[in-house]
């Protein structure tokens, strides 16, 4: 499933600019505990998490994710949205709980995260 595709499924809008929307998702992952999402993370996975600062678009970067999923009508803060852009991450927003992300996720055939 590319980004763009999972934006429609989640009633998602995609926040950055310039963001590659076509990138493949290879599975998908919540959590918002960051040390744990970086002993877990991979590389395209779609992350779900409620936080908002800088150091969530750092994590994703560094583990090269496909996107980061802020679920519960959070907005990034100024800054990280900033960063995202700078870095190419594409950042998705919806009003949908983590719960409902993960199950319409894997309804659509989205993987788990490998453990």
């Known amino acids: 499933m590319k980004i763009s595709e999972l934006a429609t499924l989640l009633d998602a809008t995609i926040v950055t600019k310039n963001s590659a929307s076509d990138t493949e998702i ?37 583990m090269e994710m496909a996107c980061v999923i802020l679920a519960e009508g959070n907005h990034l803060e100024p800054a990280s949205l900033a960063k995202a852009e700078e870095e190419g991450l594409a950042v998705l927003e919806t009003e949908m709980t983590a719960y409902d992300i993960c199950g319409r996720m894997a309804a659509a055939g989205v993987a788990p995260s490998a453990r």
């Open 26 to 62: 290879s599975c998908g992952y919540a959590c918002d505990l960051l040390s744990w999402v970086l002993a877990h993370g991979q590389k395209g996975m779609a992350w779900t998490t409620v936080q908002t600062h800088v150091n969530v678009v750092a994590v994703a970067v560094l």
